[in-house]
């Protein structure tokens, strides 16, 4: 099972580096699109967790994400890592939060208020690799899955990713499966 994933994390760690600049903007708009048709049914949803995509990593624009929430009056949430921890705190986001880039090139706020992970309606998880049912492979850290046990389990889990689904990925006990997953072709549902 570990082998298999990461055979799986190279696969896609691959295929994102073979994106060119022009195609991760493009599948990061058609992914917003996506995502505003999957809101539309749920206008209910005001609280909204991101993560922000590694550059290095060519991860999915998620700052798009966040003008459009903004702009139809949303709470934005993201989280940063504790020091030497697997856990994570959550910070409550505004159009004025400004990120710097951490060791690792992950972005993070510098001017955000401490926010309540019990508020959180929907998260948006970052994934490399996702399956027809909703199992997922993120970089491997764990830091995901500690964060999302932690929540009510009501929150919505959404994933987003370039790329269609496996067929089948072997999941572990501690692996929380997501609920949808955008991509730039469709939503799907688990």
């Given at each position: 099972?570990?082998?298999?994933?990461?055979?799986?994390?190279?696969?896609?760690?691959?295929?994102?580096?073979?994106?060119?600049?022009?195609?991760?903007?493009?599948?990061?708009?058609?992914?917003?699109?996506?995502?505003?048709?999957?809101?539309?049914?749920?206008?209910?949803?005001?609280?909204?967790?991101?993560?922000?995509?590694?550059?290095?990593?060519?991860?999915?624009?998620?700052?798009?994400i966040k003008e459009f929430l903004e702009a139809n009056q949303?709470?934005?949430?993201?989280?940063?890592?504790?020091?030497?921890?697997?856990?994570?705190?959550?910070?409550?986001?505004?159009?004025?939060?400004?990120?710097?880039?951490?060791?690792?090139?992950?972005?993070?706020?510098?001017?955000?208020?401490?926010?309540?992970?019990?508020?959180?309606?929907?998260?948006?998880?970052?994934?490399?690799?996702?399956?027809?049912?909703?199992?997922?492979?993120?970089?491997?850290?764990?830091?995901?899955?500690?964060?999302?046990?932690?929540?009510?389990?009501?929150?919505?889990?959404?994933?987003?990713?370039?790329?269609?689904?496996?067929?089948?990925?072997?999941?572990?006990?501690?692996?929380?499966?997501?609920?949808?997953?955008?991509?730039?072709?469709?939503?799907?549902?688990?």
């Amino acid at each position: 099972m570990i082998e298999e994933k990461a055979k799986l994390r190279e696969i896609y760690k691959s295929k994102r580096a073979g994106l060119t600049s022009a195609e991760i903007v493009q599948f990061s708009f058609e992914i917003l699109n996506q995502f505003k048709v999957w809101l539309g049914s749920r206008e209910d949803f005001t609280h909204f967790h991101l993560f922000f995509p590694i550059e290095k990593q060519n991860e999915v624009n998620t700052y798009i994400i966040k003008e459009f929430l903004e702009a139809n009056q949303k709470k934005v949430y993201t989280s940063q890592i504790k020091s030497n921890r697997l856990e994570m705190d959550t910070f409550l986001l505004s159009p004025k939060t400004i990120f710097e880039e951490s060791k690792m090139g992950i972005p993070i706020p510098v001017n955000a208020d401490k926010g309540d992970p019990e508020d959180l309606q929907a998260i948006l998880v970052p994934l490399l690799a996702f399956d027809k049912v909703g199992n997922r492979i993120g970089y491997g850290k764990g830091y995901y899955d500690v964060f999302l046990k932690g929540l009510n389990p009501k929150v919505v889990k959404i994933g987003l990713s370039y790329f269609l689904p496996e067929e089948k990925i072997s999941s572990e006990e501690h692996d929380i499966p997501l609920d949808f997953c955008i991509t730039p072709e469709k939503i799907f549902t688990f």
